[in-house]
């Protein structure tokens, strides 16, 4: 079975501090996204990934920066953590082979 | 930009009841359609895909219709149990992945 793994399910932090989420997924597959899911406007993409060391802007990606130093790990920062970063992150891989999105459990991060 | 949009946002019907799922969307040039599921606090579990050239897939007590011509899709899922209570999202494949907001389905024993 495909798994994606996210390293915190629960995260609390301070305004200011810099935030590691980190991803890993075991499809030895080259895609992964991260996404931010708030009530009433669903999943937004922030960064996503096709190869390693290489990095796409989604639609939101003011205030983060992503890093894929090995083709399994997908790392979302936040460089300087904002209470309006306060939100659910899902972290997702993409099966070329299948076309399909699978996806962690999700990162409820809560930033004070 | 594609927009994904999801009726109604949520939905309570009794246990056994055979129910549909909506799902639009404004750009029909898509690679293909997804069907998620996603427990209170938990990740999104993949139930169906179906790709621009079908028509619909089934798995179990669920079958995804996809009408690309006119942005639509739905979700049928046929004698709801409890168990089947959570949201239900849809996201569409174009140049990147678009997510609606999910309907909430609660099915009442």
């Known amino acids: 079975d495909v798994k994606v793994t996210q390293s915190s399910r629960y995260l609390v932090k301070r305004t200011g501090e810099k935030v590691f989420l980190e991803c890993v997924q075991d499809m030895d597959h080259e895609n992964m996204f991260w996404y931010r899911q708030d009530p009433g406007l669903g999943l937004r993409l922030i960064y996503f990934s096709y190869d390693v060391k290489m990095k796409e802007k989604g639609d939101i990606p003011e205030g983060y920066s992503v890093s894929r130093e090995k083709k399994e790990r997908f790392s979302l920062i936040l460089e300087s953590a904002s209470t309006n970063q306060t939100s659910m992150y899902l972290c997702a891989g993409w099966d070329r082979r299948t076309d399909t999105q699978y996806f962690g459990p999700g990162t409820r991060l809560t930033v004070l | 930009k594609q927009e994904v949009t999801q009726i109604p946002a949520a939905l309570s019907v009794p246990e056994g009841e055979n129910l549909v799922l909506n799902c639009s969307f404004t750009d029909s040039a898509i690679y293909n359609l997804q069907w998620f599921r996603q427990d209170p606090g938990k990740g999104l579990t993949s139930l169906l895909l179906?790709?621009?050239?079908?028509r619909e897939q089934t798995s179990g007590r669920l079958n995804a219709s996809l009408d690309k011509s006119s942005g639509r899709s739905t979700l049928y899922i046929a004698a709801s149990q409890p168990g089947d209570s959570a949201t239900y999202l849809c996201?569409?494949?174009?140049?990147?992945?678009?997510f609606g907001t999910g309907t909430s389905l609660t099915v009442i024993p």
């Open positions: 996201a569409v494949n174009g140049n990147q992945f678009y």
């Open positions: 179906i790709q621009s050239s079908q």
